[in-house]
């Protein structure tokens, strides 16, 4: 078994390193093989530069900017049987991988696998917040998965099996921002196993919750999300670039 990072970077010098430390941190002690692959989507900072630095971590270009055509070119580029999507401003905590490792080889039927972030930068009233926000879409996510209408992925927090990306295309380059996790779930959730677990956390910052609202930031996914099940495609078509 493989595992292949695929990290969409814009404009992150700021959070990249801590990133790809924490990553090279846990690749160092994986149970199976992994790269890392940095796709610079179209930066105008010193992303690049910065990722360069990095022994072990691939860098390569995506000019079209979108979080989807970044993770699309990330897969294509991989040669892994599991396809680890995080972003540039996540941390993994340790035994990430264990975990993933260990979830896919007991359940050959599992096709995808996500867990909650916990925003490392957000106060304690302010992560209460989330964890309510997290607990109600765990309930959402064994009813749609019980009833085959979709599944729930936290984008920045999932894993897929290559094959079963391959089998549904891979990612929807059509979709901006919102609701991309959304639509892999759902066109996955047909083929295989999509699991939710609250022992895959990863660490991530904030900041849009904290810039646009917890409340205001909890709607938009809920909307797009809802959107995605139903009609399959998301309500929302812009989105606001949110930068340290």
Not at 152 to 179: C, H, K, P, W
Request: overall charge positive; glycine content about 6%.
């Amino acid at each position: 078994m493989k595992i292949s990072f695929i990290i969409p970077a814009y404009n992150e010098e700021a959070l990249i390193e801590k990133c790809l430390k924490a990553v090279l941190r846990e690749t160092a002690q994986a149970p199976c093989d992994t790269e890392i692959i940095l796709v610079n989507n179209a930066s105008t900072d010193k992303t690049r530069e910065v990722a360069q630095t990095f022994h072990g971590v691939r860098v390569i270009d995506e000019r079209r900017k979108g979080i989807t055509r970044a993770r699309q070119t990330g897969y294509e580029a991989s040669s892994g049987d599991l396809i680890a999507n995080i972003d540039a401003d996540t941390m993994l905590p340790p035994g990430w991988i264990a975990t993933v490792v260990h979830e896919f080889t007991r359940d050959p039927n599992l096709v995808a696998l996500s867990g909650p972030q916990i925003y490392y930068d957000l106060n304690e009233f302010e992560r209460s917040l989330v964890r309510v926000y997290y607990a109600s879409t765990y309930l959402l996510h064994l009813t749609i998965t019980a009833f085959r209408k979709g599944a729930m992925l936290q984008g920045g927090n999932f894993i897929v099996r290559r094959s079963a990306l391959a089998t549904i295309g891979g990612f929807d380059t059509s979709i901006e921002f919102y609701g991309e996790d959304s639509d892999i779930a759902r066109r996955v959730a047909k083929i295989g196993k999509v699991k939710w677990t609250f022992a895959l956390p990863i660490y991530a910052s904030g900041r849009r919750l904290r810039e646009e609202g917890i409340i205001r930031t909890g709607w938009n996914y809920g909307l797009n999300h809802f959107s995605v099940l139903s009609v399959h495609k998301p309500y929302t078509k812009t989105h606001q670039d949110i930068r340290v």
